[in-house]
């Protein structure tokens, strides 16, 4: 029973993601837009949770701009803040002299 439950909520916070409906927090990155929900971005990432509160135009605008990030590795943490999962194909995408280090929240 409590498994069918997760199954329906997971599987409802994953279609919020594919449809857009209720998106209040647009990222660009690349050629790729995602239209996202600050709820399920910004709790868990301190990143995305700072973006969104303090700063410049980006955030007063609801559009966040990741033009020096891999489009793979976004696509892949947003498909892990959605559905707990990921591809797993990111192995060799990252460049190390452009290695950024992790920000902690």
């Not at 943490?77 to 002299?97: F, K, P, W």
């Amino acid at each position: 029973m409590v498994e069918a439950s997760h199954l329906q909520v997971v599987g409802a916070v994953k279609s919020c993601l594919f449809s857009g409906g209720y998106s209040d927090l647009t990222i660009r990155c690349g050629e790729d837009v995602y239209k996202v929900h600050k709820t399920i971005v910004c709790t868990p990432t301190g990143f995305f949770a700072r973006a969104t509160k303090f700063g410049d135009k980006k955030s007063q605008t609801d559009v966040n701009d990741l033009p020096d990030d891999e489009t793979r590795v976004i696509a892949s943490l947003i498909q892990y803040l959605y559905s707990s999962e990921y591809d797993g194909e990111l192995r060799g995408t990252l460049n190390a002299e452009n290695a950024k280090p992790l920000e902690s929240s």
